[in-house]
Nanobody, 114 residues
């Protein structure tokens, strides 16, 4: 069974940084484009960063220049480095393939506040 386990979230002040990790199992990660998604209260889940099988990355405009997605296929891991965090980045962050076809994990909470 495919499992997606996010970790690394927490509470930070504006301008702070976090590194999120996604541990995958049950798949050969190199076969998939992957993404990080987030969902804030009252909003739809949105794709914020994607990385294809060749390592090409794309970002939604609101995080461009601040977030970096990466992958380590040997370790079955996907990462999201988040810098210069803003209060509007507050959300639960999830990983999945892009487009998402597997069940969502529990996500990891990121809270940015003073």
């Amino acid at each position: 069974q495919v499992q997606l386990v996010e970790s690394g979230g927490g509470s930070v002040q504006p301008g702070g940084s976090l590194r999120l990790s996604c541990a995958t199992s049950g798949i050969i990660l190199s076969f998939y484009a992957m993404g990080w998604y987030r969902q804030a209260p009252g909003k739809q889940r949105e794709l914020v960063a994607g990385i294809n099988r060749g390592g090409f990355t794309e970002y939604t405009d609101s995080v461009k220049g601040r977030f970096t997605i990466s992958r380590d296929n040997t370790k079955n891991m996907v990462y999201l480095q988040m810098n210069s965090l803003r209060p509007e980045d507050t959300a639960v962050y999830y990983c999945n393939c892009d487009p998402p076809i597997y069940s969502w994990g529990q996500g990891t909470q990121v809270t940015v506040s003073s």
